[in-house]
């Protein structure tokens, strides 16, 4: 008898979209009087809300989506980062605010969702630096996948997606250049472990099977965990680039980022029932890999 046979009783998850809501608005309003640790503490439970209403959503089971979510912060990058050893929790609340609102748009695209995905990716801006280039890459791409009877007004929806994104853009520049201020004071920068070369980092690339089994597998794949692989592919090339040019980014960070795409993923699966058990093996061999990678570094030199 295998897990999926006592996982026929789901919670009821009514209440979990206000209980999430209401911590990001606590959190947004309240993090200058907080004290760091309360703000790690709570952005640790506002990304494993998220991961988990997002696995129950997809229609995954119950017993499933608590098991994927602790194995989420059992990958090392999300373990450092919400632990505050190394990475940045806030790069992979940023990386799975926009991979599932992206998702959703491929799948959806009412008034809801374009609100949704400009939401999040200005959101993304406040959250980590990394933001706005994920916008640059994601909204083309969003709005070019064709769609069936969908052939006009392109344009408009890119200006559409755009506006809020630019705003938030233009807020921070003005922000830092004008009045001095850097998010980063808040919510804190991220702390690299040791120097990692880029051979190393770009390997991080390999700590999510769920990703890889979204773009190989015929049965998995689906638009919209296609956009999800895109949202790691292009934190990857974005930590590669700022490493080259001399931004210090630890291994954890990218860690972080691929293992916050991959829940997206995972919940774009066809046949939720069925996949539960290669979702859940897939989530623990990440977790396994990525604490070797962590340190694949220090045991090769």
Sequence with gaps: MTLLDFASVRVRTTLLP???AALALTLAVMFPLLSPLTIRAMADVLFAALVFHGLIS?????LYAVAITVLSFAQAGIFLSATDKAGSIWLALAVYCVASAAAAFVKHRDARRVMLLGGALSLAQLLDPMGAVLAIF?????????RPGEGRDKAGLLALLLFMPIVTAAVLAYARGVLGIHLTDFIGRPRAVEHTSLPF??????????????VLVRPLRHPAGLIAVFTAIVAIVEIALTFVVGI??????MLAAVAAAAPVAISTWPRPLQNADLALASSALSAIVSWLLLYLPSAVN
């Design 58 to 62: 997809a229609q995954i089971p119950t």
């Design 248 to 253: 210090e980014r630890d291994m954890a960070s």
């Design 18 to 20: 206000p209980v999430i």
């Design 201 to 214: 980092i770009l390997l991080a690339g390999f700590a999510a099977p769920a990703l890889w089994l979204t």
């Design 138 to 146: 994601l909204l083309p791409v969003c709005v070019g996948l064709p």
